[in-house]
């Protein structure tokens, strides 16, 4: 295990599964069984559905994700036995209060605890539902196999995805869906890249010609035309067809959020096919790339939000060890060496945007907290929270979506003071993120040119020095918004 003194950018990219996983479940929970959308329909987490959830609530798909992925965290060997029964167990405890377990996945628990309730009950009531139905192929394993990604060992993963299936699926089609989906997870947090076919020849032999069709078959079709979308094979197919879509449209991050939005207005089971999708994108642009007005939102069973979610994959992909400054689970990053000073200075251009370092977080009585940096659990504010991956550091493996963030940054600002919200936005020392990203708020926000907005910023905040990357992108990301008003004056 390696241990790195900085989160990297496979820690973004291990952090984007499951949050990846539960915004695509969220995006599409009040959408679930709804016909296709036209291609301009917007998509937003606004709850509802058949189940009544609310906005940013995550659903079974997600609820299920969760024993593995703590399971994950840990540093557990997710073939073991005992960890298989801990995942039954949790399982079976969910389903007892959950409104919406998928009807296999629901016999087969309630036989489960007739018979013990471990995970050898689990496998042997999906046999025997098998046998008895020859059906078995709903999509129930595949929504939640997103974690088994973690294992740093190919065959591992491979063992693992095929044996958390059968505990409740005993169909080839969804073992083999479930080994394909988490190959492909695992080489996208290794690599940035999706590449369903990764995890063929992992399959047997002679069923590798005909996932190797399907999956170009997704990508010739959209994801609509997978309308039977509650079967593995159709739910994979659907998200591949989102994912090749979204990628094939964006050369960036911004593919994640297309993906989704694209998974859900192929309409039926909205929100598995986007929480399959989620996983692999996550995985491939990182929890970086999911919007922060998503994960302000996020919740779900068992009480957890996204921080705990990118906390979870941050400890899955480490074996289950902090970071040497104790993240994600320390209850304070207080960058031992040193004490930054207070300094909390009303924003020039805005006086309820509140600049400071993260020792100004302890006494804040702001409604809203944006964080540039890495905080503890104990510094977590009970107020609205916005937490925002951006490193430092001038090296582009650093942020890999840097402009992506300090746009949605900023825009989550400009949210949060539409709300009437008054917001402290800080970093670690208001030497170098916070000027910049106030700055950047100021010109995108209140109309004032950033060369100018920059130097006023500075000079509130005494220990102003921005870094030249972040000056850098500033730069970028204004030219190319006045580029998009030029182009389009009735856009801004
Ligand atoms: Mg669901």
Same mark, same amino acid.
């Given at each position: 295990?390696?241990?790195?003194?900085?989160?990297?950018?496979?820690?973004?990219?291990?952090?984007?599964?499951?949050?990846?996983?539960?915004?695509?479940?969220?995006?599409?929970?009040?959408?679930?069984?709804?016909?296709?959308?036209?291609?301009?329909?917007?998509?937003?987490?606004?709850?509802?559905?058949?189940?009544?959830?609310?906005?940013?609530?995550?659903?079974?798909?997600?609820?299920?994700?969760?024993?593995?992925?703590?399971?994950?965290?840990?540093?557990?060997?997710?073939?073991?036995?005992?960890?298989?029964?801990?995942?039954?167990?949790?399982?079976?405890?969910?389903?007892?209060?959950?409104?919406?377990?998928?009807?296999?996945?629901?016999?087969?628990?309630?036989?489960?605890?007739?018979?013990?309730?471990?995970?050898?009950?689990?496998?042997?009531?999906?046999?025997?539902?098998?046998?008895?139905?020859?059906?078995?192929?709903?999509?129930?394993?595949?929504?939640?196999?997103?974690?088994?990604?973690?294992?740093?060992?190919?065959?591992?993963?491979?063992?693992?995805?095929?044996?958390?299936?059968?505990?409740?699926?005993?169909?080839?089609?969804?073992?083999?869906?479930?080994?394909?989906?988490?190959?492909?997870?695992?080489? &996208? +947090?290794?690599? %940035?890249?999706?590449? !369903?076919?990764? =995890?063929?020849? $992992?399959? /047997?032999? @002679?069923? #590798?010609?005909?996932?190797?069709?399907?999956?170009?078959?997704?990508?010739?079709?959209?994801?609509?035309?997978?309308?039977?979308?509650?079967?593995?094979?159709?739910?994979?197919?659907?998200?591949?067809?989102?994912?090749?879509?979204?990628?094939?449209?964006?050369?960036?991050?911004?593919?994640?959020?297309?993906?989704?939005?694209?998974?859900?207005?192929?309409?039926?089971?909205?929100?598995?096919?986007? &929480? +399959?999708?989620? %996983?692999?994108?996550? !995985?491939?642009? =990182?929890?970086? $790339?999911? /919007?922060? @007005?998503? #994960?302000?939102?996020?919740?779900?069973?068992?009480?957890?939000?996204?921080?705990?979610?990118?906390?979870?994959?941050?400890?899955?992909?480490?074996?289950?060890?902090?970071?040497?400054?104790?993240?994600?689970?320390?209850?304070?990053?207080?960058?031992?060496?040193?004490?930054?000073?207070?300094?909390?200075?009303?924003?020039?251009?805005?006086?309820?945007?509140?600049?400071?370092?993260?020792?100004?977080?302890?006494?804040?009585?702001?409604?809203?907290?944006?964080?540039?940096?890495?905080?503890?659990?104990?510094?977590?504010?009970?107020?609205?929270?916005?937490?925002?991956?951006?490193?430092?550091?001038?090296?582009?493996?650093?942020?890999?979506?840097?402009?992506?963030?300090?746009?949605?940054?900023?825009?989550?600002?400009?949210?949060?003071?539409?709300?009437?919200?008054?917001?402290?936005?800080?970093?670690?020392?208001?030497?170098?993120?916070?000027?910049?990203?106030?700055?950047?708020?100021?010109?995108?926000?209140?109309?004032?040119?950033?060369?100018?907005?920059?130097?006023?910023?500075?000079?509130?905040?005494?220990?102003?020095?921005?870094?030249?990357?972040?000056?850098?992108?500033?730069?970028?990301?204004?030219?190319?918004?006045?580029?998009?008003?030029?182009?389009?004056?009735?856009?801004?």
């Amino acid at each position: 295990m390696t241990h790195s003194p900085r989160p990297t950018v496979s820690t973004d990219r291990a952090a984007g599964v499951l949050l990846g996983l539960a915004a695509g479940d969220a995006l599409g929970a009040g959408y679930e069984f709804g016909d296709p959308l036209p291609d301009d329909a917007p998509v937003g987490m606004i709850g509802g559905g058949g189940f009544g959830w609310a906005p940013g609530e995550w659903t079974d798909d997600t609820s299920m994700a969760v024993p593995i992925a703590q399971a994950a965290a840990r540093g557990a060997d997710l073939r073991d036995e005992a960890v298989l029964d801990e995942i039954v167990a949790a399982w079976i405890t969910w389903a007892r209060t959950a409104a919406d377990v998928g009807v296999q996945t629901r016999a087969v628990l309630a036989e489960a605890e007739r018979h013990g309730g471990t995970a050898a009950a689990a496998r042997a009531a999906a046999q025997a539902l098998h046998e008895r139905t020859g059906r078995s192929a709903g999509n129930g394993s595949l929504m939640r196999t997103a974690p088994v990604a973690y294992l740093h060992d190919p065959v591992a993963a491979t063992e693992a995805a095929r044996a958390i299936s059968s505990l409740t699926h005993w169909d080839d089609d969804a073992g083999d869906a479930c080994v394909l989906w988490t190959l492909a997870i695992r080489h &996208a +947090i290794l690599s %940035g890249t999706p590449d !369903a076919r990764i =995890g063929l020849p $992992a399959l /047997p032999a @002679a069923r #590798r010609e005909r996932w190797a069709a399907l999956l170009d078959d997704a990508e010739q079709r959209r994801p609509r035309d997978f309308a039977r979308n509650g079967w593995v094979v159709e739910a994979l197919q659907g998200a591949w067809s989102s994912i090749h879509g979204a990628v094939s449209a964006h050369r960036d991050a911004a593919a994640l959020r297309d993906g989704l939005e694209r998974a859900v207005r192929g309409g039926r089971d909205t929100d598995t096919v986007a &929480a +399959i999708a989620g %996983g692999l994108l996550g !995985a491939a642009f =990182g929890a970086s $790339a999911v /919007p922060s @007005a998503w #994960r302000r939102v996020l919740h779900g069973h068992p009480g957890l939000r996204a921080h705990d979610l990118v906390a979870l994959g941050t400890l899955a992909a480490r074996g289950g060890e902090p970071d040497d400054t104790g993240w994600p689970t320390g209850p304070r990053m207080d960058y031992l060496d040193w004490y930054p000073e207070r300094s909390l200075t009303p924003h020039p251009h805005d006086p309820r945007v509140l600049l400071g370092s993260i020792v100004d977080l302890d006494e804040t009585s702001a409604d809203a907290v944006v964080s540039l940096c890495r905080i503890g659990t104990d510094q977590r504010r009970a107020t609205d929270h916005v937490e925002v991956w951006l490193i430092d550091r001038d090296e582009p493996e650093a942020n890999p979506n840097l402009d992506l963030v300090l746009r949605d940054t900023v825009d989550a600002i400009a949210a949060l003071r539409a709300d009437d919200k008054t917001v402290l936005l800080h970093c670690v020392a208001a030497q170098s993120r916070t000027p910049s990203v106030a700055a950047l708020y100021a010109a995108l926000h209140r109309g004032v040119p950033v060369e100018q907005a920059l130097a006023d910023v500075v000079a509130a905040l005494p220990a102003a020095d921005p870094k030249r990357f972040l000056r850098e992108a500033l730069t970028r990301i204004t030219d190319q918004a006045a580029r998009a008003t030029t182009e389009s004056p009735e856009a801004s």
